[in-house]
Antibody, heavy 121, light 107 residues
Framework: EVQLVESGGDLVQPGGSLRLSCAAS????????MHWVRQAPGKGLVWVSR????????AYADSVKGRFIISRDNAKNTLYLQMNSLRAEDTAVYYC??????????????WGQGTLVTVSS | DIQMTQSPSSLSASVGDTVTITCRAS??????LNWYQQKPGKAPKLLIY???SLQSGVPSRFSGSGSGTDFSLTITSLQPEDFATYYC?????????FGQGTRVEIK
C-alpha cells in the first residue's frame, strides 16, 4: 500500500525555520518525481515545489523561491522541505504528493495527510 | 503562469441531482487537466486525470470532458458522500496551478 506521511509541522515565529519530512512507503520512491502543495486555512490548493526522481531538477513557486529548499534522500525514501525566513503567509497545511511516472499527462495519484505549519509571534 | 478559473465557486444541490463544474485555462493545456475532490480536514483525492480518464476506484457517476482551454466535471445522481470541494489542476507546465475550488453543498 502506498503511503506518504508528512511530519515536522509546528508553530514558528516569523523569520524562523522549519524542516518538513515526507516518509514514503509501498512503492519505489526513487522512480517518482515528488511535489509539495500547501493550503492556507480556509483557502485553496497552491503548488509549492517539485523535485525529480534523482534530485537533479528542482522548481519552486515564486512565493517561496530563495527561502525554501526541496530535497530528497532516496536511500531513506524521504522527501524534505527546508523552510527558511518564514512569513505569516506561509501558514498552511503542507502536503507531499506523488507524481505519476511514464508518459504525460501527469497527475498526483497519492497525497499525504498533511502537516500544519503556523507562523506567528 | 497558467491561470485556472473554476465556476461556480459554490453551488447547492440535492441528492440525485446532476451538477457540472467548469474550469477554464488561461492558455491551451491540451488534455493536461486533472480533477480532485477534497473533504474537510482531508487530503485531496484524484478523481479524473488527463481531462476525462476516471481514476481507478472512483464511481462512474463522475465524468470529465474538454480539451484546450475549457473543461468540465460532471457528477450525475449526486450522492451524500459527494458533498465536498472540487479542484481542477493543470499539469501542462510548471508551476502546476489549481483552480480556486468549487464547494458543493447540500440544498
Amino acid at each position: 500500500e502506498v503511503q506518504l506521511v508528512e511530519s515536522g509541522g509546528d508553530l514558528v515565529q516569523p523569520g524562523g525555520s522549519l524542516r518538513l519530512s515526507c516518509a514514503a512507503s509501498g512503492f519505489t520512491f526513487s522512480s517518482h518525481w515528488m511535489h509539495w502543495v500547501r493550503q492556507a486555512p480556509g483557502k485553496g490548493l497552491v503548488w509549492v515545489s517539485r523535485i525529480n526522481s534523482d534530485g537533479s531538477s528542482i522548481a519552486y513557486a515564486d512565493s517561496v523561491k530563495g527561502r525554501f529548499i526541496i530535497s530528497r534522500d532516496n536511500a531513506k525514501n524521504t522527501l524534505y522541505l527546508q523552510m527558511n525566513s518564514l512569513r505569516a503567509e506561509d501558514t498552511a497545511v503542507y502536503y507531499c504528493a506523488r507524481r505519476t511516472t511514464g508518459a504525460a499527462p501527469y497527475y498526483f495519484d497519492y497525497w499525504g495527510q498533511g502537516t500544519l505549519v503556523t507562523v506567528s509571534s | 503562469d497558467i491561470q485556472m478559473t473554476q465556476s461556480p465557486s459554490s453551488l447547492s444541490a440535492s441528492v440525485g441531482d446532476t451538477v457540472t463544474i467548469t474550469c477554464r485555462a488561461s492558455q491551451s493545456i491540451s488534455s493536461y487537466l486533472n480533477w480532485y475532490q477534497q473533504k474537510p480536514g482531508k487530503a485531496p483525492k484524484l478523481l479524473i486525470y488527463a481531462a476525462f480518464s476516471l481514476q481507478s476506484g472512483v464511481p462512474s457517476r463522475f465524468s470529465g470532458s474538454g480539451s484546450g482551454t475549457d473543461f468540465s466535471l460532471t457528477i450525475t445522481s449526486l450522492q451524500p458522500e459527494d458533498f465536498a470541494t472540487y479542484y481542477c489542476q493543470q499539469s501542462y507546465s510548471t508551476p502546476w496551478t489549481f483552480g480556486q475550488g468549487t464547494r458543493v453543498e447540500i440544498k
